[in-house]
């Protein structure tokens, strides 16, 4: 048996295995912060999956203006009690990790109601006709608005300096009160966030306090302690994990993060900790860094599993069980750490948004997909303050009302391309019982994932194609490479599904058929090879992911885009990594710069109402695809589109995925 699927006992619980969803803000709560059925879909989904153990994040203990799960009223209490019942079913456990933030929540709550009494006020003078008064209120309403947000921001870096002691009091006591409304929901442990307020009083760099709560090694840990010591005394029944985040060192030397502890006191923290009474440690990369990257690292940026020297130093000093969290990704990954001893249990967070049946794929030898970590629809989302969900998996958030329908009449399903729109629509029709047979007019499976692999860091992304490879044919899928499949075939089948994608575009201007002119795609895949001066027209994904990949091969690159920012949509945690390479290669960025001709000097260009000439010995063109069109002569049988050829305009992964999910679970 897999070492992840020993049951392990941890306080007074025993989890069936040693599998963990760690805390992931998700933004499915309802607007008052309790679970409702968007929130409760989703955890039960990972319950179902077989998952042991799930920690709800960042769940306050206080009203306050954060987008998180809330316990701080008493008639909250039934919607989490509900979402026990719902994982106790499956033999799965649940936690809750209570936090509070690192602000004056009733200071700031305090000016946002002033404020929006200014604001009524001034909107019953216009309708009493009083403008003068409505100015006035409404100014008033701005500066009360604005003084509460600088205060937010502020205490975001302060707070933990600046809180009376009877203002920690305070939030302790929530705290209590939280995990004791948790105890009466049949919640079976908390997760004390040792992260944000706590982690904040915990570290060196943040904690400026002279008082007991300052200063020293043991005045820092204290408040930790005493929460932890009210939560035993509070809500005894309750196990109790701590997340211990640690400030790693980057490969540059500087610290990653600021919040927390470095690693020999964090070891020696642990120590306390145990003796404080702590069931269980969580050890996790600390946060306060202002990237999310740091904390969750999109791929390529970081070792796998680069937490986990610490969480191995941490088990050999306690005696309680260990998790270990960061870029675990595989199987495998997790089944060696707990083979050499160096943690007690897994968590799988981002891996386990992309595949919930994790546990239950173990137990039965299934093909598990893995993540990308790519941060697209997990991280991205956690910050603009969107419901997370993975670019892979058509069901995140939606899972009570999106899910492969059973059959009803079975169907032979001939899939017109092999990249991963079709291969999604393969995959789901099978599983649902259809005959599939996919026809890829080249060589391998993946389309233009291939080409997405290409540029530095991104080749994690092939994870994606593997699976389907893997997959495909424990599914009786009938896979035929190097193969058009003409109209006579094709009319064999009851359905025909088309996945044939786009092409990439050109501009219409002069010297665009220049010899020396090629396209993104064919320099993505060596299929041209450029040298010297080289401008990329576009400045979009490909396009600047393009530009990456040249400069590191030693091209002088420049890249040219019409609009005013460059990667517009890529993601917030990998675009300050593609900038520090820009930097250190001197890419030249042009943005609101228009193209007009290619000569034989480079690009033509108009930036700032000025002609300028870029020079360049190659431009390369990342102006965008077109969907490919297919010759539905001839074909008698019912034709689906998916992916990139579906629509008007061509998408990414996340809307192959959904349009092929979709189609295929409707046939």
């Known amino acids: ?179 004791i409304r948790a105890s009466k929901a049949n919640i079976d442990a908390i997760e004390v966030h040792g992260d944000r307020l706590l982690g904040s009083l915990c570290s060196k760099v943040l904690n400026h306090r002279t008082d007991n709560y300052g200063g020293t090694f043991e005045n820092r840990i204290r408040y930790a302690l005493e929460v932890v010591d009210i939560i035993k005394k509070s809500a005894p029944d309750l196990m109790i994990e701590y997340k211990l985040p640690i400030i790693m060192t980057n490969p540059d030397g500087s610290a990653r993060g600021k919040g927390g502890l470095e690693p020999d006191e964090a070891i020696e923290f642990a120590k306390a900790l145990e003796k404080a009474g702590v069931d269980m440690i969580q050890v996790a990369q600390a946060n306060h860094t202002g990237n999310m990257g740091d904390t969750i690292p999109p791929m390529g940026t970081i070792d796998y599993n680069w937490t986990l020297g610490v969480c191995e130093r941490v088990k050999a000093v306690v005696n309680i069980p260990v998790a270990t969290v960061g870029r675990v990704i595989s199987v495998e990954n997790g089944e060696k750490i707990l083979e050499e001893g160096k943690a007690d249990i897994v968590a799988y967070g981002r891996s386990l948004l992309t595949d919930p049946d994790i546990a239950n794929k173990v137990a039965t030898n299934t093909p598990i997909r893995e993540c990308l970590n790519c941060n697209k629809g997990c991280v991205d989302a956690i910050s603009s303050r969107r419901y997370i969900s993975c670019v892979l998996n058509a069901e995140n958030g939606d899972e009570e009302t999106i899910y492969i329908k059973p059959l009803i009449t079975k169907k032979k399903v001939a899939v017109v391309g092999g990249g991963i729109a079709g291969l999604e629509a393969a995959r789901v029709a099978a599983v649902r019982g259809h005959e599939v047979t996919v026809f890829e007019k080249d060589n391998a499976l993946g389309g233009q994932v291939i080409l ?58 002069e010297g665009a058929d220049r010899a020396n002119v090629v396209n993104s795609w064919d320099v993505l895949v060596n299929k041209v090879e450029v040298n010297g001066e080289v401008a990329v027209i576009g400045g979009g994904l490909v396009g600047t992911e393009t530009a990456e990949f040249l400069a590191n091969k030693g091209c002088h690159v420049s890249i040219i885009e019409m609009t005013d920012k460059i990667a517009n949509g890529e993601s917030a945690t990998i675009l300050p990594i593609i900038k520090a390479d820009f930097k250190q290669h001197d890419v030249k960025e042009y943005v609101n710069t228009t193209v007009n001709a290619i000569n034989d000097e480079g690009v033509v260009a108009k930036q700032n109402d000025e002609v300028i000439t870029i020079k360049a010995d190659y431009v390369v063109m990342a102006v965008g695809s077109k969907k490919n069109t297919f010759d539905e002569s001839g074909i008698e049988k019912p034709i689906h589109y998916v992916g990139d050829c579906s629509g008007e305009r061509t998408a990414d992964i996340a809307n192959a995925i959904r349009t092929a999910y979709k189609t295929a679970n409707e046939l």
Not at 137 to 149: L, Q, V
């Open 1 to 179: 048996m897999s070492k992840l699927l020993e049951p392990i006992k941890v306080g007074n619980l025993t989890l069936k295995n040693r599998i963990m969803f760690p805390p992931l803000t998700t933004g499915y709560e309802e607007r008052d912060g309790s679970i409702g059925d968007r929130s409760l879909g989703f955890y039960k989904r990972l319950a179902k999956g077989g998952v042991a153990y799930v920690v709800i994040g960042d769940v306050a203990p206080v009203n306050t203006a954060s987008p998180t799960p809330k316990l701080c009223d008493d008639r909250q209490i039934p919607t989490f009690e509900r979402l026990a019942a719902a994982l106790h079913e499956y033999d799965c456990k649940v936690a809750l990790q209570l936090f509070h933030p690192e602000y004056d929540v009733p200071g700031v709550g305090k000016l946002i109601m002033e404020s929006r009494m200014a604001a009524m006020a001034g909107q019953k003078a216009k309708e009493a006709n009083d403008m003068a008064t409505f100015a006035a209120k409404m100014k008033e309403s701005k500066e009360i608005a604005d003084r509460a947000y600088a205060k937010l921001h502020h205490d975001m870096l302060h707070f933990v300096s600046e809180a009376t002691v009877e203002q920690l009091g305070q939030i302790k006591k929530a705290i209590a009160d939280s995990a």
């Open 452 to 509: 997405a692999g290409m540029p530095p860091r991104k080749s994690e992304i092939m994870r994606g194609i593997a699976y389907y490879e893997k997959v495909l044919p424990s599914l009786n899928v009938t896979i035929k490479l190097n193969t058009v499949a003409d109209v006579a075939t094709l009319n064999q089948f009851d359905e025909i599904i088309v996945a044939i994608g786009a092409h990439n575009i050109s501009l219409p201007i």
